[in-house]
């Protein structure tokens, strides 16, 4: 995922999680907030400690990212996005975790029409 797609500062990630909407479901939640004033989407993944060790919540963010890359053309561009991954994504693969977000967001109504 290119940089620019990323959120990486503390004070987004808390913008859009006080601000912010939210849809979950049991592997993953999602909050975003709608920016008028950028042309794509951008990220920020969190993946807690109680998940596993550092390599599997590498893992789940690498997931995460390919996802997003197979999905980039199909999500609306102006948002800010936030993935929260819960204890059950430890146990998936990555097409789990693809179809896992696609329901997310399809949930919350951030793919184009």
């Known amino acids: 995922m290119k940089k620019e797609y990323r959120i990486k500062k503390n004070e987004d990630f808390q913008k859009i ?4 909407q939210s849809f979950a479901n049991r592997q993953l939640v999602i909050y975003y ?5 950028q042309n794509h989407f951008r990220v920020g993944l969190s993946v807690g400690k109680k998940i596993g060790n550092a390599v599997k919540r590498n893992e789940i963010k690498r997931y995460l990212r390919h996802a997003f ?9 102006n948002y800010d996005l936030v993935i929260i991954a819960r204890k059950p994504t430890s146990q998936m693969s990555f097409h789990e975790v693809k179809k ?3 329901h997310v967001l399809k949930r919350s109504n951030m793919f184009r029409q």
């Open 100 to 102: 896992s977000l696609t």
């Open 17 to 20: 999680l006080r601000n912010g």
């Open 33 to 37: 907030y709608e920016k008028n004033d």
């Open 69 to 77: 890359i197979e999905l980039e053309d199909s999500i609306k561009p």
